[in-house]
Structures are given as structure tokens and as C-alpha cells.
């Protein structure tokens, strides 16, 4: 290799070695303005709420944007998978409104075509109560392809309700829960709200931010549509919300916001808020 062709790949490397630099300090940069717009932001809406009369906890802003849109479709084939791997293989009968009614050996279902769904189950005889409900309801949740995250466990006497939200990119759709539950330890229903089939959608709203979310929280508590005097999380997501008869939906930018009187969802898109869990 000629001494001009050293040179030459010498240059080379060193222009990309300063481009790499000047990279990794833009991106050191842009996070050190990012982190310090974000704390600013904590400020001015802790300073505002506190204004009137509504208390914001340090560290209660996990999110500050919301995620965007996306399309939700009813997906029959998903739905008759999910119901077979417990019922064991089903025959559908189709009622009024699109309810689609699921029969197999092991129990029977009913769909609707909003996601709400109930699953009764026939347990076997001799079948051995589970010692961990919540390890296994995580294990049925794995084995019937559901994108959710066991969040409550509530107990009622013998019966045992493990609870798991439905998640889309690692965003939680906050309307869709479903709950296993336990008699004795032996799983006898399953029922709930779901989604079966998710894509991404165009949203034109452009971003949808915590402030925004904040103060349209804020004037429902002025108005006296929210009775709340504290916050102390508030968390970006989703709200499932139905278009059609046919199963058709939409998951819109949402946030959750835990107060000292209850958890509240705020719909980034129709500025609607209703109670949650």
C-alpha cells in the first residue's frame, strides 16, 4: 500500500471518528435539553395545579407524550383460537348483534363484537387447585398469545380474580381488562374486555401532550366533573373505543391519572374522562 494511500484512508478515519464525536454529543446534547424541558414542564404544571388546589407528587409524570392512534379490527379466527385453547375445540352458533356463542368440551363462550367476552369453564374432575394464581394466569396469558400484564390480584373468600391489562407497543390500553378467575384454585372463568387485532393508524392530531392532558384535567375538576385534590401518577396509554357494529374500533391517546380519590382515563382525542381501575 502507497504512502498516499495511507494517508488518504488516515483522513478518512479521522473525519469519521469526528463525525461519530459530533454525533454522540448532539445526542448528549438533545437529552440533556430534553431531560430539562421535561423538568420544566413538571414545574409549570405542579405550580399551576397547585394554584388551584390540586397537589402534583414529584416524579408523578411518567409520560409526556402519548402515543398515536391505531386501528382495531375483530379478528374471528383470533377469537375462536383464544376460546379453543381453553374450551378445547369449539362449534359457534351466531346470535343477534354480531354475539357469536362458542360451545367445546371443556366450556362455552360468548363474544361480542365491542370486546367484551365471558369464558365459563368445566373443570375436570380431580383437576388440582393451583398454589400461584397469578404465575398461572401469567402462563395461560403466554400460552394464548395475549399481550397483557397481570396489574391486581382481588380476593373473595375462596374466589381468586387475577387481573391483566391488555398492552399495544408497550403502551397499556387501559379499558382492556381481563380477569382470570379462581374457585379453590381451579380456574373457572375467564371474561373481560379484549382487542384480537391491532394496527397501526394515521393520526392527524399531531402530539398529544401531558400538559394539554393536565389542564383539560384540571378544568373537570373546576367544573366539578372530577372531585379529587392530590395526583400522584399520571401515565400515557390507550382507550379502546368502539366505531362499529362489526367489531371496528379505534385506540386513542389516553391518560391515566391516579388521584387521592380514584384513578381517572382522560381521552387525548375527544377530551372525554371517565373512572378507571
Not at 374432575?125 to 398454589?131: D, I, M, N, R
Amino acid at each position: 500500500m502507497s504512502t498516499k494511500t495511507t494517508n488518504i484512508k488516515n483522513i478518512v478515519i479521522a473525519a469519521l471518528a469526528a463525525i461519530n464525536v459530533l454525533f454522540i454529543s448532539f445526542i448528549v446534547i438533545n437529552g440533556i435539553s430534553e431531560r430539562r424541558e421535561r423538568a420544566q414542564v413538571a414545574r409549570d404544571l405542579t405550580a399551576v395545579l397547585a394554584r388551584n388546589g390540586v397537589t402534583l407528587s414529584e416524579g408523578a409524570i411518567k409520560d409526556f407524550t402519548a402515543p398515536e392512534q391505531a386501528i382495531v379490527e375483530r379478528d374471528r379466527s383470533e377469537e375462536k383460537a383464544f376460546t379453543d385453547m381453553l374450551c378445547g375445540e369449539t362449534t359457534i352458533t351466531e346470535g343477534g348483534g354480531n354475539i357469536l356463542h362458542y360451545t367445546g368440551e371443556r366450556g362455552r363462550a360468548v363474544f361480542q363484537s365491542g370486546g367484551s367476552f365471558s369464558v365459563v369453564l368445566n373443570p375436570a374432575k380431580g383437576a388440582l387447585p393451583t398454589e400461584n394464581a397469578e404465575e398461572t394466569t401469567r402462563t395461560y396469558l403466554k400460552k394464548l398469545g395475549v399481550p397483557a400484564k397481570v396489574f391486581r390480584i382481588v380476593l373473595t373468600g375462596q374466589r381468586q380474580s387475577v387481573l391483566a391489562r391488555y398492552q399495544w407497543k408497550g403502551s397499556a390500553i387501559f379499558n382492556c381488562v381481563v380477569s382470570f378467575t379462581y374457585d379453590g384454585g381451579v380456574l373457572t372463568e375467564v371474561s373481560g374486555k379484549r382487542v384480537s387485532s391491532v394496527r397501526a393508524g394515521e393520526d392527524s392530531e399531531g402530539a398529544h401532550l401531558v400538559s394539554t392532558a393536565a389542564l383539560g384535567f384540571l378544568r373537570a375538576v373546576l367544573d366539578g366533573r372530577v372531585q379529587c385534590s392530590a395526583i400522584t401518577s399520571i401515565e400515557a396509554g390507550y382507550l379502546y373505543v368502539a366505531v362499529s357494529a362489526f367489531g371496528e374500533g379505534k385506540l386513542h391517546p389516553a391518560w391515566a391519572f391516579t388521584t387521592d380519590t380514584g384513578v381517572y382515563y382522560y381521552d387525548a382525542v375527544t377530551g372525554m374522562i371517565e373512572s378507571g381501575m
